[in-house]
């Protein structure tokens, strides 16, 4: 279980102060597949951001599976990060290392033997579907591809949880998909928390089932995302949900979670 209390966070930029977060409270539950969404500059990036502390909050407490995050010192947070793996929307992948390089990565900072990194990484490249890529560099690889070496790096030390900025929003709808199955997959197999940022609604319905809705720094709404579909409570909800183009009616219908074919998928 993840939870957040009395989250907050403000910039210091030349020209003023900018909050970007506003005493967050949120619980999200072991093994959930949990979205936060909400339109550009909302937060969304630094909440994610704030949980393995690569921003660091200006106040408020952060509790991992018990483990109090923000009490850390830096050896205990290195080692608390073990268990928290990170998508990011711009891959960051080594260019300098092929795709067994990028993924045996974090074991080889976590001083796992050579013969335990090479089994593991080829269990992880097989489960994304990597494995003829395995001696390729990322100059060599589509842009789904990279994202899938991304995901594997994240999950290559068996993580707790799984942060994920907008790892889908650069690819085509089918490489979406696949990633969105991927994800899926693991989150059923493995039972690692997953979150999620995405401005898609595609993304939030098919995989997400529970969500929190982000305005200017405070959480407006949280709940189960079949909820927040056909009953949006707030504003920001209901325009973030029309933005996807389709009337409420018809999406109120649709469960998020069966196994019924997208009208998308074809
Ligand atoms: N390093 C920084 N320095 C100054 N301001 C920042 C910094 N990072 C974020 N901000 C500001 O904090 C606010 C929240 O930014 P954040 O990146 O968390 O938004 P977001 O919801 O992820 O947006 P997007 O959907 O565009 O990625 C914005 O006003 C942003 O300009
Ligand atoms: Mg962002």
Same mark, same amino acid.
């Given at each position: 279980?993840?939870? $957040?209390?009395?989250?907050? =966070?403000?910039? #210091?930029?030349? %020209?003023?102060?900018?909050?970007?977060?506003?005493? $967050?409270?949120? @619980?999200?539950?072991?093994?959930?597949?949990?979205?936060?969404?909400?339109?550009?500059?909302?937060?969304? %990036?630094?909440?994610?951001?704030?949980?393995?502390? !690569?921003?660091?909050?200006?106040?408020? *407490?952060?509790?991992?599976?018990?483990?109090? $995050? *923000?009490?850390?010192?830096?050896?205990? !947070?290195?080692?608390?990060?073990?268990?928290?793996?990170?998508?990011?929307?711009?891959?960051? /992948?080594?260019? %300098?290392?092929?795709?067994?390089?990028?993924?045996?990565?974090?074991?080889?900072?976590?001083?796992?033997?050579?013969?335990?990194?090479?089994?593991?990484?080829?269990?992880?490249?097989? !489960?994304?579907? #990597?494995?003829?890529?395995?001696?390729?560099?990322?100059?060599?690889?589509?842009?789904?591809? =990279?994202?899938?070496?991304?995901?594997?790096?994240?999950?290559?030390?068996?993580?707790?949880?799984?942060?994920? +900025?907008?790892? @889908?929003?650069?690819?085509?709808?089918?490489?979406?998909?696949?990633?969105?199955?991927?994800?899926?997959?693991?989150?059923?197999?493995?039972?690692?928390?997953?979150?999620?940022?995405?401005?898609?609604?595609?993304?939030?319905?098919?995989?997400?089932?529970?969500?929190?809705? /982000?305005?200017?720094?405070?959480?407006?709404?949280?709940?189960?995302?079949?909820?927040?579909?056909?009953?949006?409570?707030?504003?920001?909800?209901?325009?973030?949900?029309?933005? +996807?183009? !389709?009337?409420?009616?018809?999406?109120?219908?649709?469960?998020?979670?069966?196994?019924?074919?997208?009208?998308?998928?074809?």
């Amino acid at each position: 279980m993840i939870r $957040i209390t009395g989250l907050s =966070k403000a910039f #210091l930029t030349p %020209s003023g102060r900018v909050t970007a977060l506003q005493e $967050i409270n949120l @619980t999200i539950d072991k093994g959930d597949i949990f979205g936060i969404i909400g339109f550009s500059g909302a937060g969304k %990036s630094t909440l994610l951001r704030c949980l393995n502390r !690569l921003e660091e909050p200006d106040s408020g *407490t952060i509790r991992i599976e018990g483990n109090e $995050i *923000t009490r850390l010192d830096k050896v205990q !947070l290195r080692e608390a990060r073990k268990k928290i793996g990170m998508i990011f929307q711009q891959f960051n /992948l080594f260019e %300098s290392r092929t795709v067994f390089g990028n993924v045996a990565f974090p074991l080889e900072i976590a001083g796992y033997p050579k013969e335990r990194i090479r089994e593991r990484v080829e269990e992880i490249l097989e !489960l994304v579907e #990597l494995t003829d890529k395995i001696a390729s560099y990322p100059a060599q690889l589509s842009g789904g591809q =990279k994202q899938r070496v991304g995901i594997a790096r994240a999950l290559a030390n068996k993580p707790d949880v799984l942060l994920s +900025d907008e790892a @889908t929003s650069s690819l085509d709808p089918k490489t979406t998909w696949a990633i969105l199955n991927l994800l899926q997959d693991i989150n059923s197999k493995l039972g690692l928390t997953i979150v999620l940022i995405t401005h898609e609604m595609d993304v939030l319905r098919r995989i997400c089932r529970n969500a929190a809705v /982000l305005d200017a720094g405070e959480i407006v709404e949280t709940g189960p995302v079949a909820r927040l579909i056909a009953n949006p409570q707030q504003k920001t909800t209901r325009l973030f949900l029309a933005s +996807d183009g !389709l009337p409420a009616a018809a999406r109120a219908g649709h469960d998020p979670h069966g196994g019924e074919e997208s009208r998308d998928a074809g």
